[in-house]
């Protein structure tokens, strides 16, 4: 039996197709296509390949394309807690949390709420 096809059949997404998918989007903004969403889907790729300091630079450069980008908000706050900066992770989820809310993105929302609230009892574990 191929354990690759279970996690690509259940939509969690491969190793192996997120550094294809990496490679097909570096090329494009080699090729000077530079937006938002190509920016959050090499931050998203970079998440699932465990590579949060290469993610963190994609996330970025998608919010300075468009701040409002509550996904990439909740993603980039993802991205430091694997690297287990709490204090990044948090600051980051606070500003997600008021752009979500200011777009009416309910669901974005609640789960930074949640994800803050597991930063600040980490930050509370290290003091």
Not at 105 to 121: G, P, S, T
Request: charged share 25%; with cysteine.
């Amino acid at each position: 039996m191929n354990v690759n096809i279970i996690p690509s059949v259940m939509g969690i997404p491969t190793k192996q197709k997120s550094l294809s998918m990496i490679k097909q989007l570096e090329k494009l903004l080699q090729q000077g296509q530079d937006n938002a969403m190509l920016r959050f889907g090499l931050g998203k790729a970079y998440l699932d390949c465990l590579q949060p300091e290469k993610a963190i630079e994609h996330f970025t450069a998608c919010l300075q394309h468009d701040k409002n980008y509550s996904a990439a908000w909740k993603l980039l706050g993802k991205s430091y807690v694997q690297l287990e900066e709490w204090k990044n992770a948090a600051d980051t989820y606070q500003q997600g949390i008021v752009i979500a809310r200011s777009k009416g993105d309910k669901q974005a929302e609640k789960e930074m709420l949640v994800f803050l609230k597991r930063c600040n009892k980490q930050l509370d574990n290290t003091k």
